[in-house]
Every structure is written in structure tokens, then in C-alpha cells.
């Protein structure tokens, strides 16, 4: 069945320092892939560094500028550019721009997607607990190094986000 997905259309939240908005789950993809928007706000770190076990993901920028550490590779991309963020490889991204920044996120297979649902329900992640976080880590096979977060502002010249104006109004 065709489905068209407005510009206003899907539940969106807040992680903690960028947006989500649910494009498409993995059960309407036949668990391949689900998207999700990311709006980042200027100079936003979007989390510690991570890696998932899992599922690879595509970070395609709709608007701004997005930096990425993938290994030991810094990377930055603009409009129209792609870039592949492999399972098992240690990464993080944020907005290298002063203006806000929009990328559609595609996560292959599909089911991580549930993972920025639950964190979205538990207040994002200033708000989930020590316990709740690892829990919810363990669950979807995420591995994270809060303690990069410092040494990743400071690097990168970044902050903690903020919901960025003008996007989807937050469930």
C-alpha cells in the first residue's frame, strides 16, 4: 500500500540535545529499515560516542551542515550528501553549523527506531535514569561512552541541544 508522509505528519519528541520525528516504523517496512528526521539545533552534539551492534545507519542532510566522528575519521556533510554510519564502528554526529540542522536518518534493519521511542517516553536523556539507560542500551544493543561528552563539546566547539524552533511540535 502507498503511503505519503506530509512535512507535519508522524509523532515527534526530544532525546535529550536533538529532535525525532517517526517517518517510517520497521513494521510498515517489512523490518528493513525505518526513517527518522533529526532536527539539531546549532551546534548540537547529538550523543556520546556510540556504536550499535546491530544496524548500520545512513544520515542523509536535508538542510545545514552535519559533522561526524566515524573511528578516528572526522567528517562533515551539507545538503543532498549521505553518510554511512557501519554497525560496530564507534561514531557520533552533530550540527556543525550556526543555523539549524535537519537529516533524515535511515536505520538498517529496522527496530532501533523503538529505541529513540522509549527514550523519547522517559523524558529523553536528562531525564532517564542511570539504571533505565543502561537497561534500554542493553535492550537494542547500544554501546555508549557517556564520559566522551565533555572532550566531544570541547573538541568540536559544541553544546548540549535544544528543540530547534519551528519543528514538528513535540509529543
Known amino acids: 500500500m502507498a503511503t505519503v508522509i506530509g512535512p507535519s505528519d508522524g509523532k515527534a519528541g526530544f532525546l535529550g540535545s536533538i529532535?525525532?520525528?517517526?517517518?517510517?516504523?520497521?513494521e510498515d517496512a517489512g523490518g528493513d529499515f525505518s526513517l527518522v528526521e533529526h532536527p539539531l539545533s546549532p551546534?548540537?552534539?547529538?550523543?556520546?560516542l556510540h556504536r550499535h551492534t546491530r544496524e548500520d545507519e545512513y544520515s542523509f542532510v536535508l538542510e545545514g551542515r552535519m559533522g561526524g566522528l566515524l573511528g578516528e575519521e572526522v567528517v562533515e556533510a551539507g545538503p543532498g550528501e549521505l553518510v554511512f554510519k557501519p554497525r560496530n564502528e564507534w561514531h557520533t554526529f552533530w550540527?556543525?553549523?550556526d543555523e539549524p540542522c535537519r537529516i533524515l536518518e535511515i536505520i538498517a534493519p529496522a527496530g532501533f527506531e523503538h529505541f529513540?521511542?522509549?527514550?523519547?517516553?522517559?523524558?529523553g536523556v536528562v531525564n532517564a535514569t542511570e539504571e533505565k539507560l543502561a537497561a534500554l542500551n542493553d535492550h537494542y544493543g547500544l554501546e555508549m561512552q557517556p564520559e566522551s561528552v565533555p572532550e566531544l563539546l570541547e573538541r568540536f566547539g559544541l553544546v548540549i541541544g535544544e528543540p530547534v524552533e519551528g519543528a514538528?511540535?513535540?509529543?
Do not use: I, K, T, Y
Open 19 to 26: 529532535g525525532v520525528r517517526f517517518m517510517l516504523n520497521g
Open 43 to 48: 551546534r548540537a552534539l547529538a550523543a556520546p
Open 95 to 97: 550540527n556543525a553549523g
Open 116 to 123: 529513540f521511542e522509549e527514550l523519547v517516553d522517559m523524558g
Open 168 to 171: 514538528l511540535q513535540l509529543a
